[in-house]
């Protein structure tokens, strides 16, 4: 049974950090592309950064140089560190595994940036 655990989120203040976990299990999980995504308020969900198997990363624009994804695989893990946040960075924020045509989501985990 495949499972995509989220955990990290919370509320900061603008220019915070966080850091997200997405805890992976029922699949090969080093084979697999982790990808975060989020989801604003009344919005699509969209791609934020993902890392294949080995390791390679690619970021949308606007978190470029603030976020950085990270696996590891031993602990069947994905990471998203959040630095500078912004109100903008609202969301929830959902893992996904994908190994095409296998795509596993998580449940979310909030983040909220307000002061």
């Known amino acids: 049974q495949v499972q995509l655990v989220e955990s990290g989120g919370g509320s900061v203040q603008p220019g915070g950090s966080l850091t997200l976990s997405c805890a992976a299990s029922?699949?090969?999980?080093?084979?697999?592309?982790m990808d975060w995504y989020r989801q604003a308020p009344g919005k699509q969900r969209d791609l934020v950064a993902f890392i294949n198997g080995d390791g390679s990363t690619n970021y949308v624009d606007s978190v470029k140089g603030r976020f950085t994804i990270s696996r590891d695989n031993a602990k069947n893990t994905v990471y998203l560190q959040m630095n500078s946040l912004k109100p903008e960075d609202t969301a929830v924020y959902f893992c996904?595994?994908?190994?095409?045509?296998?795509?596993?989501w998580g449940q979310g985990t909030q983040v909220i940036v307000s002061s």
């Open positions: 029922g699949f090969t999980f080093s084979t697999y592309s």
């Open positions: 996904r595994a994908s190994y095409p045509p296998h795509f596993y």
